[in-house]
């Protein structure tokens, strides 16, 4: 079922009407009760009646709220003019928020693409686009945008993996938009049937679960360990290379293989080990 807008007329107007109504039907039953006249006094009853039961027509709608309106049963449609408005006394109206509302999942404790247990929660900005879908589809459409919400991240979380092990390969942790936009789409997905547009939906945790935290944390730092020596081997393997076409391009000393060969362990030595190097002053000729 799809939301259609109806018209309902302007409040005060009616308001206006039913009052003139009333006095009016009060003034007939005076005149024909005085006069005998009992069909006047019986049109004023009815028509005092009928202004009373139409006063019962008037609702309120405020801005970004939708009155979603039923008569025995049946959807009618659904007013958003906001103001003071009018509609048949007999009408059921519920109002429906559709301002821009947004909630944050409890913290969620799944396993990732590879198998780790983490803890992910995401926070989602969502608002009602049809409220006869929201009424009609599914019994609460808050809890439902709650609870799929919620099914749509841990799916997500199994799909990833926590870290990234590969080039190119995308993760829960370094891939931030992709991965918040991937959950946007999944919600929404599982949201349509509800008239709810999901507007963002982003992980606002993420952290592997207490038991495995300290070998993951040593497994990081291990990483990073092993990265920051690559580079540092990169560098002086530049740095020697350097050194040695300098020596050669000016001249300034013949190295046979076996003393460049000495000279490259040395300055590698040097340049990628962790305390500073101590300096050793050869007073012999290294030549007999």
Known sequence: MKEK??????GFAVLGTCLI?????????????????????????LVLLASLICLGGFFMVQPNQGAVMQFFGSYVGTVKDPGLRWANPF????????????????????ND????????????????????????????YVNFVEV??????????????YDAHA????????????????LRKEI?????????????????????????????LRRQQAAAVVAA????????????????????KNKIVELDPERKAAMVSNLLVVLCGEHEAQPVVNTGSGHG
Not at 115 to 135: H, R, Y
């Open 5 to 10: 807008q109806t018209f309902a007329p302007n």
């Open 21 to 45: 109504l009333v006095l009016a039907s009060i003034g007939g039953i005076i005149v024909g009760a005085e006069g005998k006249v009992p069909l006047v006094v019986i049109a004023g009853v």
């Open 91 to 110: 009408y059921s109206k519920r109002k429906i928020s559709l301002r821009v509302r947004n909630f944050e999942t409890a913290k969620l404790k799944v």
């Open 113 to 140: 693409h590879v198998g780790n247990p983490i803890e992910i929660a995401a926070v989602v900005v969502w608002k009602v686009v049809d409220t006869a879908q929201a009424t009609f589809q599914v019994e609460n």
């Open 148 to 161: 799929q919400s919620e099914a749509a991240l841990r799916n997500l979380a199994s799909g990833y993996a």
């Open 167 to 182: 080039a190119g390969e995308i993760s829960l942790r370094s891939h931030t938009d992709e991965v918040a936009d991937r």
């Open 188 to 216: 929404q997905a599982r949201l349509a049937k509800a008239g709810v547009e999901v507007e963002e939906a982003r992980i606002s945790h993420l952290a592997y679960a207490p038991e495995i935290a300290g070998a993951m």
């Open 229 to 248: 020596r690559q580079k540092i081997v990169e560098g002086a393997v530049g740095m020697v290379e350097m050194a040695l076409d300098l020596l050669s």
